[in-house]
Structure formats: structure tokens, C-alpha cells
């Protein structure tokens, strides 16, 4: 009896592991013995927990691997709009396409209009002990209006190493004050003042590039030297597209009129051809 049971308890043992052998692919991410995943799953919030989206923002998820070179996308999604955050999601993945000894994230980005949402850390998931669920948090990134701002205002810091000339003259209905900023002998900047007496005056600062009108931000006044009403700020890039296009007025931010910045770049292209020594 004993010489017939040790024999069929060694094939049932050698038939036991013969089955559970499997290769990494064929492995559920979160090990063996245990239900397959089947999705990624978490919330997506802002870092700047006051900061709101816009109805028509759109948000991208995507399960990459990025062990592969390129980088795989397994599983993506799109969501929009998104609607109020935080934002709970699910992306769902084929987990026949999971490598056990590759490394998986969850990449997001989120657009509304001209704002770029990013994620500044990286959120591995699935394998390597990594967890199926994430809480992903994302920031704004500065809008190309923002950046130009920036570069601007860099340049308005320079302007008391530049040489300056300046100037007045008196007409019937007007004043006008100016100076202009040159370094090696071109013009990168001109403040231009202007009184129309009973009717308002402006304060207008120009900043060129290439001889070009590169931003402009105009301030609009019942009387020279009193708190503005109103403050437009135009801006282009190399190939003359409007980036900057905003209007300040009764403590709301609204987009200028392409007819407005038209004007805008127009009289300082009537400047700088004014003050220019070239031409």
C-alpha cells in the first residue's frame, strides 16, 4: 500500500508546480493567486486648492510604460469637460499587456483655453509594488501671455542702465512727454505720455524686439497722474501673432479687441519710426 501511495503523491506534487510555473507577462500586477487588475483608479486635484477650471477644460490620462523604448501607451482616456474638481476617475487596461518587471505610470495633462495643467511628479503604478490607485495632483503651467509679461517686465529692469532722451511738446489740444531708451544705439523701449486736457490722457510704454512692436500696455485717465481707468496690454510673437490680449477695466479682466491692439501697434510703429536714427 505504501509503495503505490509515495509514487502518486510525488506526480501530484510534480504536477501541482508544473502548473503554477508562469512567466512575469502572464502574472495578475498585484501577484499571483489574486484577481487580475483591470483599471487605474484615483482623484485629480489642483496644488492650488482655490484655483478653478473652466467648463470647457479637458483633461488626458494615459497608463505608459516607459521601461520600452519608445515609451508604450498601454490604456489612455479623455475626459471633457471635466466639470468641478477634485475629479475621480478610472482607466480601464488590458492586463494581458502588463510586463510584471516593467515600470508603469499614470501620466495626466489638463487644458483649458491657453492654461496648461502639468503634473511635476511622476505616478508609478501596477508593478514593482506600486499601487493601482493614485492620487494625482497637477499645476499650472504660465500661458504664453504670462511668460511674454515676464520678459517684458526683465526688460522694464534694464531700462536704468539704457541711455535715455527725452522730450515735450505742446500742441492746441494735446501734450506730449516721451522717452526713449536705446541700448547700442537701437530702441527697445519708449514711455509715452499724452494730455488731452479736458478729455482724458494715457500713459503708454512700449518695449520693441527687432525693430518691432514686441508688447505695449497703455493706461487710459481722467487726468494725468490719477488712478487709471482702464489698462490695455497687447503683445506679439516673431511672426506678428497677438498673444498678449487683455483689458483691465472696472476690476474685470476681459480679452482686447483685435481692433484696439491693431491701434496700439500701429501708433508704436509710428514711434519707433519717429525716434529711430536709422530711418
Known amino acids: 500500500m505504501r509503495t503505490i501511495a509515495l509514487p502518486l503523491l510525488a506526480a501530484a506534487l510534480f504536477a501541482a508546480g508544473c502548473s503554477s510555473s508562469q512567466s512575469p507577462q502572464d502574472q495578475a500586477p498585484n501577484g499571483a493567486g489574486q484577481a487580475a ?140 512727454a516721451w522717452q526713449v531708451f536705446r541700448e547700442k544705439g537701437e530702441v527697445v523701449f519708449i514711455r509715452q505720455r499724452v494730455d488731452y486736457f479736458d478729455k482724458g490722457a494715457t500713459s503708454t510704454d512700449i518695449a520693441y524686439q527687432d525693430g518691432k512692436p514686441w508688447v505695449v500696455i497703455q493706461q487710459k485717465m481722467a487726468h494725468q497722474g490719477e488712478k487709471p481707468s482702464a489698462i490695455d496690454r497687447a503683445g506679439w510673437d516673431d511672426q506678428g501673432a497677438l498673444v498678449l490680449k487683455e483689458r483691465v477695466e472696472g476690476g474685470k479682466t476681459t480679452e482686447l479687441p483685435e481692433a484696439a491692439a491693431k491701434a496700439l501697434y500701429d501708433d508704436a510703429a509710428a514711434l519707433f519710426n519717429r525716434f529711430d536714427k536709422k530711418k
Not at 47 to 63: I, N
Not at 80 to 87: A, D, K, M, Q
Not at 130 to 146: G, I, L, R, S
Open 37 to 176: 487588475i483591470t483599471a487605474v483608479t484615483g482623484t485629480v486635484t489642483l496644488r492650488d486648492a482655490g484655483a478653478k477650471v473652466s467648463p470647457q477644460a479637458r483633461l488626458e490620462l494615459a497608463l505608459v510604460d516607459v521601461s520600452q523604448k519608445p515609451i508604450r501607451t498601454v490604456a489612455s482616456k479623455t475626459i471633457e469637460p471635466v466639470g468641478s474638481l477634485p475629479l475621480s476617475f478610472k482607466l480601464d487596461f488590458n492586463p494581458a499587456e502588463i510586463v510584471a518587471t516593467d515600470l508603469y505610470v499614470l501620466q495626466a495633462e489638463m487644458v483649458d483655453g491657453e492654461r496648461h495643467y502639468t503634473t511635476p511628479l511622476q505616478y508609478p503604478v501596477l508593478t514593482k509594488g506600486q499601487p493601482a490607485q493614485v492620487a494625482v495632483q497637477m499645476v499650472a503651467e504660465a500661458t504664453p501671455a504670462e511668460k511674454m509679461l515676464d520678459a517684458y517686465k526683465q526688460v522694464k529692469n534694464r531700462l536704468g542702465g539704457m541711455k535715455i532722451e527725452q522730450g515735450t511738446a505742446l500742441g492746441d489740444t494735446e501734450s506730449h
